[in-house]
């Protein structure tokens, strides 16, 4: 039996390079994406969010989460406390998302010394 992303593809929606799944593919695998949702595993201030990501700029943080908020993942909410302030949590759409990425994070750890080990001997290889 195909799996979904061959049966995806064979209707020509899965591989396309426009197609509407790609876009959210992308946006879902960018650098800072995926952490973001993974940390918010309750509702969180915008400076909480940029403390915990070591190396996003408040940028990319406020794009990230814009475009997380778009795709209906991430809900924004103004707090009327002095100063105001903005915390951020996850939808249920983005919430239905924790389980695949767990799933995600699980194999990459799982996984993580043998992928090392293959980078490294392609490096060795490549190298002569």
Do not use: C
């Amino acid at each position: 039996m195909a799996t979904t992303l061959e049966t995806s593809a064979t209707v020509g929606i899965g591989y396309r390079s426009d197609g509407p799944s790609r876009l959210i593919l992308d946006q879902l695998a960018d650098k800072w994406s995926m952490t973001v949702l993974a940390f918010l595993d309750r509702p969180r201030r915008f400076n909480e969010i940029k403390r915990h990501l070591d190396g996003v700029t408040q940028r990319v943080l406020t794009h990230t989460l814009r475009r997380l908020e778009r795709s209906g993942l991430v809900a924004r909410r103004v707090l009327t406390t002095s100063p105001i302030g903005v915390e951020y949590s996850l939808t249920p759409l983005g919430e239905s998302l924790l389980e695949p990425l767990s799933h995600l994070y699980a194999w990459t750890d799982a996984n993580l010394d043998d992928i090392r080990a293959h980078q490294l001997a392609y490096d060795q290889r490549v190298r002569g």
